[in-house]
């Protein structure tokens, strides 16, 4: 029985013992019952957009503009979901997306979609700026396949660091971020002044790394802050979130140190290709690039050597009235023609989407958001529950569009709406 069949049979068959599934089988209502059950500050940073949120609704409005055309009678019993990328084969072409600052939604929650990630055979893409150390992860997936997001530090020595403990950790490939080199102006965190990093979460790759430990014990006594009760809460998240004992981080300097050396490091606003340049004498790993949107890029980028990248607006968090990832997508693949490795990432909701997005040239999906908000109802069921959900709507549409392979899934499935 296939991924969609044998989905619909555990759910209707618990229907049947009066159970209802604890994660919504649709997005809107997903995202609504996410809401729900996540802080003000959590819902703005996870949900929220770059500036009036055009980006986030045109990445919408782009998979709106393509309807699936079914075929009939195509004899196809069983569906082969998986697809070659980059560092190895994945059972389907789905990826979790690096989500930064995900305890906003549930303690210890790396982990947690470590484990659902494991659990479901999805591989994870390990975020730079996560909040249990890539290690503690890595043994969660046991042998599923795990990448790790890099974000450029302004220090070098971190940067290598970084990529070693990934290559240790097991990491199939280094995805590098190249689209936050600045943070982008977000209302919804600006209105709240709610910045996690500031207190603590999302640090954990960087107080878990000995260079950057190093370079906090190296920086110089810093004045005390303004006391205000504001200040004493952030002093006492940035506590609870450093490692070791809490009344021990409580009487030292170092909780409040790794955040400002945080916040003054961890991206490099100068990033450049001549930076890029230098990463195949620094990692064995394949190199995918994430953030691309214009066919330029995409080509300097594989002229460089890189082995994918992946087309994104970041979740529309960056830039306000940016172009559409799936837009790019279309442009890119039609400029490089079929042969270098794409990703998809930004406005992927449904397995319909996964389709939608396959068929207009991407190789794999990053999902996101989705699993997000399953972490926020349910932790680590939540987030497998999501995962089963998208899966089993790409395999029931392929089914039904009459696709017995990924391969299968090309621009003649689809029409323009």
């Given amino acids: 029985m296939g991924a969609g069949l044998s989905r619909l049979s555990t759910i209707y068959r618990q229907g049947a013992l009066g159970r209802r599934p604890a994660v919504p089988a649709d997005f809107a209502e997903l995202e609504r019952r996410a809401e729900r059950a996540s802080s003000a500050k959590a819902w703005a940073y996870v949900a929220g957009g770059a500036g009036e949120g055009r980006t986030m609704r045109r990445n919408r409005a782009a998979f709106e503009r393509w309807a699936i055309m079914p075929r009939m009678l195509s004899g196809h019993v069983e569906r082969d979901l998986s697809v070659e990328l980059p560092g190895g084969r994945h059972d389907t072409p789905v990826l979790?997306?690096?989500?930064?600052?995900?305890?906003?939604?549930?303690a210890d929650s790396d982990?947690?979609?470590?484990?659902?990630?494991?659990a479901t055979g999805t591989a994870y893409v390990f975020s730079n700026q996560g909040c249990n150390p890539m290690e503690d992860c890595a043994t969660a997936m046991g042998d599923v396949s795990r990448w790790f997001q890099l974000y450029w530090s302004k220090d070098e020595q971190l940067v290598d660091s970084?990529?070693?403990?990934a290559e240790a950790a097991g990491a199939a490939a280094l995805v590098v971020t190249l689209d936050t080199t600045v943070l982008g102006w977000r209302p919804q965190d600006l209105n709240l002044g709610s910045l996690p990093f500031s207190r603590g979460q999302g640090i954990a790759q960087y107080t878990s790394d000995p260079r950057f430990r190093e370079i906090v014990a190296g920086r110089p006594p810093q004045p005390a802050a303004e006391v205000t009760l504001g200040a004493i809460?952030?002093?006492?998240?940035?506590?609870?979130?450093h490692p070791g004992g809490f009344w021990s981080n409580l009487r030292s300097p170092a909780p409040r140190a790794a955040v400002e050396t945080f916040l003054d490091i961890y991206s490099n606003p100068g990033l450049s290709w001549e930076h890029l340049a230098t990463l195949r004498g620094r990692t064995r790993l394949p190199i995918v690039l994430k953030g691309i949107l214009h066919p330029d890029d995409a080509r300097r980028a594989f002229d460089a050597g890189v082995d994918a990248i992946v087309v994104s607006n970041h979740?529309?968090?960056?830039?306000?009235?940016?172009v559409a990832s799936l837009d790019a997508l279309v442009t890119i693949r039609a400029a490089l023609g079929p042969s270098p490795a794409l990703l998809l990432d930004s406005g992927v909701r449904t397995g319909a989407d996964v389709f939608t997005a396959l068929a207009l040239g991407a190789n794999?999906?990053?999902?996101g958001r989705p699993y997000m908000y399953g972490l926020a109802i349910a932790g680590q069921s939540g987030v497998e529950d999501v995962i089963r959900n998208v899966i089993a709507e790409l395999e029931l549409t392929m089914a039904l569009a009459g696709v017995p392979d990924i391969a299968s899934i090309n621009r003649d499935c689809l029409v323009e709406a």
Avoid: E, F, S, Y
């Fill in 96 to 106: 979790l997306a690096p989500v930064g600052a995900g305890a906003l939604m549930g």
């Fill in 111 to 118: 982990l947690k979609i470590a484990r659902a990630a494991a």
């Fill in 162 to 165: 970084l990529i070693a403990r």
């Fill in 233 to 241: 809460r952030t002093l006492l998240a940035m506590t609870r979130n």
């Fill in 315 to 322: 979740g529309g968090r960056q830039i306000d009235n940016a």
């Fill in 364 to 367: 794999a999906v990053l999902l």
